[in-house]
């Protein structure tokens, strides 16, 4: 358990995390998560995040820590751009090892380190454009990227080697494989990179998209050499390639997103689903690419990430006790906490004594700025007549999203 160098002086001293556990007590990470921490050796020594308790985190830190001959006694300085449990939650026992330790944050940042670990001596509060001198010509420079996605959040750039750690900034579900570098990443593990940090995005930073430009406009002018981001790879070949992914993620709810349709359903004795195939051959004739999706039984984690990025949404779902089917009344909350607008939509439904699926829909998407397809609605199961239309609706929703241009630019597949 080797620290990696970064640059001189510089190392990457993170964990790599396999567990079932929930991401914030929501989010599944079959593929684990990378908790990135890093430690700069100026005269004085720094600590760019930290990790929780988690997968033996800790003791990996330590560890690593060992094989650049420091201790957790040897910091002088624990900067925490952002300080949510995933973070921070050693920091409590750092404190305890190191007395004398001192914390840096936003001011935010330190009432935050009060209410979670009860620390309040050695805690400096730090404004956008503050530095810190570590002497030997490391300089950390602050600035505060606030709701990227907490409230507190900042980036700290270091001038010497103009490596800019981001926080949550670009950042990733995932672990490494193989290395924690984006330029020493094959390009057969693409896919994988680009779907974990999408859902990432998707799933904690899609409400934040205002913010997220508005931060990387804060950093415009700034001459950075490397992004090191908290979770996921760190940026040295190509940094820009990171950035200009994370504007087109927060570009797809400011506009239509890419030219692709995401079909979401759920059934209970299967008269909805019957009109699933229908839709789907409706899409198939244009030749749009399109995810399908079931609920309950995919976790809306994934179904988030595919969402977002289509431009077309089908929902299809019955009517229970004379309101939208439970999980599906589920999945459409989180899609207006996150902010999933600008979507060509095409809603279908079985009922049986009576309506209210589409009573809840219209509610729940009334202020989503969603273009609405007529909506396809039956009693009990479909009939030929509107089996028929179902394939007429998909044919014009897949029409529809192919008029509009993709945001993936070419360069943005490689990261070499």
Not at 231 to 241: A, C, D, Q, S, Y
Request: proline fraction near 5%.
């Amino acid at each position: 358990m080797k620290a990696i160098k970064l640059d001189e002086n510089i190392y990457w001293v993170g964990a790599n995390i396999h567990t079932e556990d929930l991401f914030e007590g929501i989010w599944p990470i079959p593929h684990g998560v990378a908790l990135n921490s890093y430690v700069v050796k100026g005269e004085k020594i720094a600590l760019v995040e930290l990790v929780k308790e988690w997968g033996n985190a800790s003791q990996t830190l330590i560890r690593r820590l060992r094989s650049i001959n420091l201790k957790l006694s040897d910091i002088d300085y624990l900067i925490l751009n952002h300080l949510e449990p995933d973070h921070t939650g050693f920091t409590h026992l750092l404190k305890s090892i190191n007395p004398d330790i001192e914390i840096v944050a936003t001011e935010k940042g330190t009432a935050l380190v009060d209410a979670f670990y009860g620390i309040k001596e050695n805690v400096r509060a730090v404004k956008t454009g503050d530095t810190l001198d570590l002497g030997n010509g490391f300089v950390f420079k602050f600035v505060e990227i606030p709701n990227v996605h907490w409230p507190e959040t900042m980036a700290t750039y270091e001038m010497k080697s103009k490596i800019l750690f981001s926080s949550d900034a670009f950042g990733s579900f995932g672990v490494h494989k193989g290395s924690i570098f984006e330029d020493e990443t094959p390009q057969a593990y693409l896919p994988y990179w680009e779907n974990e940090m999408l859902r990432y995005y998707a799933n904690i930073v899609a409400m934040f998209s205002p913010m997220v430009l508005k931060a990387i406009d804060s950093l415009a002018g700034v001459d950075i050499k490397m992004i090191a981001p908290s979770h996921g790879l760190v940026w040295r070949g190509k940094p820009e390639v990171v950035i200009n992914k994370y504007i087109r993620y927060a570009n797809y709810n400011r506009d239509h997103a890419e030219p692709e349709i995401c079909l979401i359903w759920g059934s209970m004795y299967g008269n909805t689903e019957v009109m699933v195939n229908a839709i789907l051959k409706g899409i198939a004739s244009e030749g749009v690419p399109v995810t399908v999706h079931r609920v309950p039984n995919e976790d809306v984690s994934f179904i988030l990430a595919d969402a977002y990025k289509s431009a077309g949404l089908v929902i299809g779902c019955p009517t229970y006790e004379y309101e939208m089917f439970p999980p599906m009344k589920y999945c459409l909350d989180l899609f207006k906490k996150k902010h999933l607008w600008y979507k060509k939509v095409l809603f279908f439904g079985s009922y049986g004594w009576s309506g209210g699926a589409q009573k809840d829909f219209d509610e729940l998407s009334k202020s989503m700025k969603w273009d609405m397809l007529e909506p396809l609605t039956f009693r009990g199961h479909p009939t030929d007549e509107q089996f028929e239309k179902g394939v007429k609706l998909g044919t014009e929703l897949a029409r529809e999203v192919k008029k509009i241009p993709s945001k993936i630019k070419n360069e943005e597949y490689g990261m070499k």
